[in-house]
């Protein structure tokens, strides 16, 4: 059974920085597409930032250059670097698995839990 585990949420202030983890285990980890997502109080779950096992990666326009996804296959461990935090990046953050270069949630069949990060101005 798939399993994703995220870690390293909490609250910073803006400007700030956070790593994020996501743990997997209970399938091939390296042969999936892995990505971040988020979703604020009242809004829609929305991609943030995916990477194939090819090194390829796609991120979305509000986070290009502020964040970085990147890989430990040894580890089964999905990562995501957050700097420059700003108040608008306060929301849950997903890890998932799927099997395209896509930010739409519609792409993806595997979900953690959710790590909480509050970035405060």
């Not at 096992?53 to 991120?59: F, K, L, N, P």
Request: net charge positive.
């Amino acid at each position: 059974q798939v399993q994703l585990v995220e870690s390293g949420g909490g609250s910073v202030q803006a400007g700030g920085s956070l790593r994020l983890s996501c743990a997997a285990s209970g399938y091939t980890y390296s042969s999936y597409y892995m990505a971040w997502f988020r979703q604020a109080p009242g809004k829609e779950r929305e991609g943030v930032a995916v990477l194939g096992s090819d090194g390829r990666t796609r991120y979305a326009d509000s986070v290009n250059g502020r964040f970085t996804i990147s890989r430990d296959n040894a580890k089964n461990t999905l990562y995501l670097q957050m700097n420059s935090l700003k108040s608008e990046d306060t929301a849950m953050y997903y890890c998932a698995a799927g099997s395209w270069l896509r930010l739409e949630r519609m792409f993806f069949d595997y979900w953690g839990q959710g790590t909480q990060v509050t970035v405060s101005s």
